[in-house]
C-alpha cells in the first residue's frame, strides 16, 4: 500500500488565540489530534473502534516546527500522512497551512506505539497493517525550515 494521506479544514477559534494575536505554541498538538482522528476515520479504522478491538495508541514522541501565524478565524488545512514505523509503531506527519493561500502555518509528527488492552507493546494485527503503507514510507522531512514568515504576516 502506498501512503496514506488525508486533509481537513478547521477553523482557528478565539480561544486557541494568545495575546500576540496568533495561535498558541500548544494548540498545533490538538490541531495534529484533529488530522489524525480523521485520518484514521478516513481509513474506517476510528480510534473509537481500535480501542473496542484492543487496540491503543499512546504518543510517545512529538515534534513541532513552527512557520507563521494563524490568527482567529482563519481556515486552515490539515493534511496527516501516515506511516508504520518498526514492529509496533505508528507515525503521523502533518503539514498545517493556510487554506486559502497555502501558507505554511506548523508541521511535525508525532509518534504512537501500538499496544493492547494489557498495556504492552504489540505488532499491528491484519485488520490494521493492511490499511497501512509498507514500513520504511517516505514521511514528510521535518527539518526545521523556518523561512521567516513571522515577519511576513
Known amino acids: 500500500m502506498g501512503v496514506v494521506e488525508h ?3 478547521l477553523r482557528v477559534r478565539y480561544s486557541e488565540t494568545d495575546q500576540m494575536g496568533t495561535y498558541y505554541n500548544s494548540r498545533p498538538l490538538e490541531w495534529f489530534e484533529c488530522g489524525r482522528s480523521e485520518l484514521l ?13 484492543g487496540i491503543r495508541l499512546p504518543l510517545v514522541e512529538a515534534h513541532v ?13 490539515v493534511t496527516t500522512r501516515v506511516s508504520l514505523v518498526g514492529k509496533a509503531r505508528m507515525r503521523f506527519d ?18 504512537h506505539a501500538i499496544i493492547g488492552a494489557n ?17 520504511g514510507a517516505e514521511p514528510e522531512p521535518t527539518g526545521n525550515s523556518w523561512q521567516g514568515s513571522w515577519e511576513q504576516q
Open 7 to 9: 486533509s481537513c479544514l
Open 65 to 77: 516546527f513552527y512557520h507563521g501565524k494563524a490568527r482567529y478565524d482563519d481556515e486552515l488545512r
Open 119 to 135: 498495556g504492552r507493546p504489540v505488532r499491528p494485527p491484519e485488520w490494521l497493517s493492511a490499511k497501512l503503507p509498507a514500513e
Open 94 to 111: 502533518v503539514t498545517v497551512v493556510h487554506a486559502a493561500d497555502e501558507q505554511r502555518v506548523v508541521h511535525g509528527h508525532t509518534v
Open 41 to 53: 476515520r478516513a481509513m474506517e479504522l476510528p480510534y473509537s473502534s481500535m480501542e473496542q478491538r
